[in-house]
């Protein structure tokens, strides 16, 4: 036998997948396929460790027009990670204002800054302030 027809004993090591590359292969039919959470810390390291990767990776999946940019940069920064870590809650505690509100004082305090910068009889600015103000108490607290 020849050296040429000779099988080796130990085969030829395939090359790792790359789980990037064939995410963005998929991203046409699966535009979730980036925002997988294996995904998302690959590309954290990608974005960390190689820019001129993590730009070739922006601009493929741009090139796919089913990927919110601004969405991918937000969970690959590492501001995303470090708070999806630490902190299950999407928004911080709020802290309550220390001393009782006087609400009439709050309107009036509303229709003066409406009065800046609005130019309207009186009645609509006073309208503009208790629409604020109902506003944000909706937001606040619920009423049946």
């Known amino acids: 036998m020849t050296a040429a027809t000779v099988t080796p004993l130990v085969p030829k090591a395939m090359p ?7 995410a963005l292969a998929k991203l ?9 959470p294996e995904m ?12 001129a990767r993590w730009a070739r990776i922006r601009h493929t999946a741009k090139e796919t027009k089913s990927v919110n940019l601004a969405e ?12 999806a870590e630490g902190d299950t809650e999407i928004f911080p505690e709020v802290t309550l204002w220390p ?14 800054i ?13 309208a503009a ?6 506003t944000h108490r909706w937001s ?3 009423a049946a």
């Open 129 to 134: 302030a208790l629409w604020a103000g109902t």
């Open 99 to 112: 001393d009782p509100v006087e609400g009439g004082e709050l309107l009036e305090d509303l229709a003066i």
């Open 16 to 22: 790792a997948p790359d789980l990037i590359a064939d």
């Open 72 to 83: 991918l940069n937000k969970l690959t920064s590492d501001r995303a990670h470090d708070s």
């Open 140 to 142: 606040v607290c619920s």
């Open 40 to 51: 998302l810390n690959l590309l954290r390291q990608t974005r960390k460790s190689d820019p």
């Open 114 to 126: 409406i009065r800046r910068h609005v130019i309207a009889d009186p009645a609509t600015i006073h």
């Open 28 to 36: 046409k039919q699966d535009p979730g396929a980036l925002f997988e």
